[in-house]
């Protein structure tokens, strides 16, 4: 089964910006729905954002709607604008075994997250 991995986090200022990445390993990341997902601490996991696996059909969490953009082509991308703190955690790259799902439950294909720290 298909492992996501993850990169392009780290530490930026307020207002700045940052381009997730998002690799299947052991398999490739096509013919899945890719979602991400972030984790902050003392938080309940979030659903940021997927996208199918032709692209066609992506979700955005309303919280980051108009700053954050997934896309793809062999890989996945999280592209983070205007970033405030409230967006600092782990992020989480994961695969479904589905072209596409809005349930976030079935993304079970998980990474290991890249950080993301934002400071003020």
């Given at each position: 089964?298909?492992?996501?991995?993850?990169?392009?986090?780290?530490?930026?200022?307020?207002?700045?910006?940052?381009?997730?990445?998002?690799?299947?390993?052991?398999?490739?990341?096509?013919?899945?729905?890719?979602?991400?997902?972030?984790?902050?601490?003392?938080?309940?996991?979030?659903?940021?954002?997927?996208?199918?696996?032709?692209?066609?059909?992506?979700y955005i969490e309303d919280s980051v709607k108009g700053?954050?953009t997934v896309s793809r082509d062999h890989d996945v991308?999280?592209?983070?604008?205007?970033?405030?703190?409230?967006?600092?955690?782990?992020?989480?790259?994961?695969?479904?075994?589905?072209?596409?799902?809005?349930?976030?439950?079935?993304?079970?294909?998980?990474?290991?997250?890249?950080?993301?720290?934002?400071?003020?």
């Amino acid at each position: 089964q298909v492992q996501p991995v993850e990169s392009g986090g780290g530490s930026v200022l307020a207002g700045g910006s940052l381009r997730l990445s998002c690799i299947g390993t052991r398999g490739t990341l096509n013919g899945h729905a890719v979602g991400w997902f972030r984790q902050a601490p003392a938080k309940e996991r979030e659903f940021v954002a997927a996208i199918s696996w032709s692209g066609g059909d992506r979700y955005i969490e309303d919280s980051v709607k108009g700053r954050f953009t997934v896309s793809r082509d062999h890989d996945v991308y999280l592209q983070m604008n205007r970033l405030n703190p409230e967006d600092s955690g782990l992020y989480i790259c994961a695969a479904a075994p589905t072209p596409w799902t809005l349930n976030s439950h079935e993304y079970e294909f998980r990474g290991q997250g890249t950080q993301v720290t934002v400071s003020s």
